[in-house]
């Protein structure tokens, strides 16, 4: 059987990718620390400008007139 990485977090191992075991089966696990993973690039104010323009075409011209409408 191969080796199958998983992150601990909330005092459980969760698979990083899907695996077929049968239900209730005992395994026994080694845990191995592997490298972080470099973080995440901040966005660039132009990325968050980018998000915000394809965000705001909705076709509406006046949002304002509408900021009583719930949807249901």
Partial sequence: MKAIQAIYRDGAFWPTEPFVL???TRV????????KEPPLKAPSLDD?????RRRSQTGET???????????
């Fill in 62 to 72: 006046d949002l304002a007139e509408k900021h009583n409408e719930h949807q249901p």
């Fill in 28 to 35: 026994e696990l080694e845990p191995r620390l592997l490298e």
């Fill in 22 to 24: 049968p239900e209730s």
């Fill in 48 to 52: 968050v400008y980018e998000v915000l």
